[in-house]
């Protein structure tokens, strides 16, 4: 993390005679271990998503970032809906991003702030520069601007607006014409950023443009938005996506403007594909609620994005508290991360496996609304069958990869009478198998108590009496009990079910 330094005049030290504390100390950020921040700096990050669509993961797993970090120094995580485009920005969007960073487990601190509803802030501060000088009013036409535009770049030159009204006198302003008002940007010298996981980046000031900070219309840009509204809510560390990264020289021209303090940077790589190319639906650029809906832990998600681009030695598995403590900026890499499901389902089976069972059905319980079918499924699940369910836990999770899985694996628990059997469960059940099945319900009839182990030795003296192996029983047992060719233990379906429905479901696939 960063460590504040402190800084006196040497002149004044030599000069005065007093003590160093007697003196004001001037307090800058310089690259160190977050344990050495002193108690009286309050770590401040932000997540400021767009309405403007779903929370998408690489959206998640900067809110993640932002989060392990304040939570780790004890400081504040805010939230801010940049919602100052009007056009799109949806409620349907800013009530996903809410439910997304819930259902992920990432709080944050104090009321959600809408940027939009700060306009009237940030054009002050746009008439501010612009009564100090740093600004000016513009009153350059589409057209014109087009033309720039067009210019600069048959020039190659990155600069597109080429300051006409830079210096140029108002009452030289056609008449009828709102203006803009431009940041006037310095012309020569450097914009440098010390970013935390990009290193120093440099920009030459001849190529920046004289952005705009207030539109025609009155509306603030987003640049000036950003920056007054990360001042005005005390953010010391920015930490967002590397796309942001050209945004930060312009930003950090309007904090020079304004002598704000520029909070720490910290410009995170990308998230790509497993082939290296830019994230895309098929590779998992999807939404936050569609994971959920996928079946995968909110716990397992995080420790999966976490590990996106971030390294802790060869640790992989992180429990929440192992995050908070060990998560810090310059451990992440400036290459793009790559997304991988299979390893991400990997991961989700891991916690699977370590939850307990009443866990997992609480967990499935708050999937089943975000599912289609999830009210039948949720309707069918009476105290018997929760029972049932969780019984079966043990089973179900050690071949599970998702909660879809536990859910798919417990069908049999779920299914009405007659059972509807799968084309493979079809096929074992041949006539001869059916007439193997007839037999073996009368022995099963007369098993008491009804137990794995009583079950088992009465399915296996009937195949040694018949000179079958096992398996020429249990298979079509298990086709007829669950519909399908794969279950937990057969004995154990047996006993999960119960005899009345184990026989019944027998005599269902058996009988003419």
Same mark, same amino acid.
């Given at each position: 993390?960063?460590?504040?330094?402190?800084?006196?005049?040497?002149?004044?030290?030599?000069?005065?005679?007093?003590?160093?504390?007697?003196?004001?100390?001037?307090?800058?950020?310089?690259?160190?271990?977050?344990?050495?921040?002193?108690?009286?700096?309050?770590?401040?990050?932000?997540?400021?998503?767009?309405?403007?669509?779903?929370?998408?993961?690489?959206?998640?797993?900067?809110?993640?970032?932002?989060?392990?970090?304040?939570?780790?120094?004890? $400081?504040?995580?805010?939230?801010?809906?940049?919602?100052?485009?009007?056009?799109?920005?949806?409620?349907?969007?800013?009530?996903?991003?809410?439910? $997304?960073?819930?259902?992920?487990?990432?709080?944050?601190?104090?009321?959600?702030?809408?940027?939009?509803?700060?306009?009237?802030?940030?054009?002050?501060?746009?008439?501010? =520069?612009?009564?100090?000088?740093?600004?000016?009013?513009?009153?350059?036409?589409?057209?014109?601007?087009?033309?720039?535009?067009?210019?600069?770049?048959?020039?190659?030159?990155?600069?597109?607006?080429?300051?006409?009204?830079?210096?140029?006198?108002?009452?030289?302003?056609?008449?009828?014409?709102?203006?803009?008002?431009?940041?006037?940007?310095? =012309?020569?010298?450097?914009?440098?950023?010390?970013?935390?996981?990009?290193?120093?980046?440099?920009?030459?000031?001849?190529?920046?443009?004289?952005?705009?900070?207030?539109?025609?219309?009155?509306?603030?840009?987003?640049?000036?938005?950003?920056? %007054?509204?990360?001042?005005?809510?005390?953010?010391?560390?920015?930490?967002?996506?590397?796309?942001?990264?050209?945004?930060?020289?312009?930003?950090?021209?309007?904090?020079?403007?304004?002598?704000?303090?520029?909070?720490?940077?910290?410009?995170?790589?990308?998230?790509?594909?497993?082939?290296?190319?830019?994230?895309?639906?098929?590779?998992?650029?999807?939404?936050?609620?569609?994971? &959920?809906?996928?079946?995968?832990?909110?716990?397992?998600?995080?420790?999966? =994005?976490?590990?996106?681009?971030?390294?802790?030695?060869?640790?992989?598995?992180?429990?929440?508290?192992?995050?908070?403590?060990?998560?810090?900026?310059?451990?992440? $890499?400036?290459?793009?991360?790559?997304?991988?499901?299979?390893?991400?389902?990997?991961?989700?089976?891991?916690?699977?496996?370590?939850?307990?069972?009443?866990?997992? =059905?609480?967990?499935?319980?708050?999937?089943?609304?975000?599912?289609?079918?999830?009210?039948? %499924?949720?309707?069918?699940?009476?105290?018997?069958?929760?029972?049932?369910?969780?019984?079966?836990?043990?089973?179900?999770?050690?071949?599970?990869?998702?909660?879809?899985?536990?859910?798919? $694996?417990?069908?049999?628990?779920?299914?009405?009478?007659?059972?509807?059997?799968?084309?493979?469960?079809?096929?074992?059940?041949?006539?001869?198998?059916?007439?193997?099945?007839?037999?073996?319900?009368?022995?099963?009839?007369? %098993?008491?108590?009804?137990?794995?182990?009583?079950?088992?030795?009465?399915?296996?003296?009937?195949?040694?009496?018949?000179?079958?192996?096992?398996?020429?029983?249990?298979?079509?047992?298990?086709?007829?009990?669950?519909? &399908?060719?794969?279950?937990?233990?057969?004995?154990?379906?047996?006993?999960?079910?119960?005899?009345?429905?184990?026989?019944? &479901?027998?005599?269902?696939?058996?009988?003419?």
């Amino acid at each position: 993390m960063d460590k504040l330094a402190c800084r006196v005049k040497p002149a004044e030290w030599q000069t005065s005679g007093k003590s160093l504390t007697s003196f004001h100390i001037q307090l800058c950020y310089t690259s160190a271990a977050s344990e050495d921040d002193p108690p009286s700096m309050t770590v401040v990050t932000r997540f400021a998503p767009s309405p403007t669509g779903f929370l998408h993961i690489g959206g998640a797993r900067t809110a993640l970032f932002n989060w392990l970090y304040a939570r780790g120094r004890g $400081g504040k995580m805010l939230l801010r809906i940049e919602d100052t485009d009007r056009e799109r920005s949806t409620q349907a969007a800013i009530d996903a991003i809410l439910d $997304g960073l819930s259902w992920l487990g990432v709080d944050w601190d104090g009321e959600t702030i809408y940027q939009f509803s700060r306009s009237a802030r940030h054009r002050e501060v746009a008439e501010q =520069l612009l009564a100090q000088g740093h600004a000016y009013r513009c009153y350059a036409s589409p057209e014109e601007l087009t033309q720039m535009r067009e210019a600069a770049r048959a020039e190659g030159r990155a600069k597109l607006y080429d300051g006409r009204w830079r210096d140029r006198d108002p009452a030289d302003a056609p008449p009828g014409v709102k203006p803009a008002i431009r940041l006037r940007a310095p =012309l020569t010298g450097e914009t440098v950023i010390e970013d935390q996981v990009q290193g120093r980046v440099v920009w030459q000031n001849e190529n920046l443009d004289d952005l705009i900070l207030l539109r025609s219309d009155g509306t603030p840009t987003y640049m000036l938005a950003v920056v %007054v509204d990360d001042h005005d809510m005390a953010v010391t560390h920015v930490i967002r996506g590397d796309d942001h990264l050209t945004n930060a020289a312009r930003q950090k021209q309007i904090y020079d403007a304004l002598g704000w303090t520029v909070p720490v940077m910290a410009h995170i790589p990308l998230i790509h594909g497993p082939d290296g190319s830019k994230l895309s639906k098929r590779h998992g650029a999807l939404g936050i609620d569609a994971y &959920r809906a996928m079946g995968y832990l909110p716990a397992a998600l995080r420790n999966y =994005l976490v590990r996106l681009g971030w390294s802790h030695g060869d640790q992989e598995i992180f429990s929440t508290e192992e995050m908070i403590a060990a998560f810090d900026l310059p451990q992440i $890499g400036r290459s793009p991360a790559r997304f991988d499901f299979a390893k991400l389902e990997s991961l989700n089976g891991h916690y699977i496996r370590t939850s307990s069972d009443a866990a997992l =059905l609480e967990a499935i319980d708050r999937l089943l609304p975000h599912l289609a079918g999830g009210d039948a %499924v949720a309707g069918k699940l009476t105290p018997r069958v929760r029972a049932q369910f969780v019984a079966a836990m043990p089973s179900l999770k050690e071949r599970a990869k998702t909660l879809i899985d536990l859910i798919d $694996g417990a069908h049999f628990l779920l299914a009405d009478r007659l059972l509807a059997l799968d084309e493979k469960a079809a096929a074992l059940l041949t006539p001869e198998a059916k007439a193997l099945l007839r037999e073996i319900e009368n022995e099963l009839g007369g %098993v008491e108590p009804w137990t794995a182990e009583t079950t088992e030795q009465a399915v296996r003296a009937f195949a040694e009496r018949k000179t079958l192996k096992l398996g020429a029983i249990a298979q079509p047992l298990r086709a007829a009990l669950t519909g &399908r060719i794969t279950s937990p233990g057969i004995f154990e379906v047996l006993v999960l079910l119960g005899k009345p429905e184990s026989l019944a &479901r027998i005599a269902d696939q058996t009988r003419p």
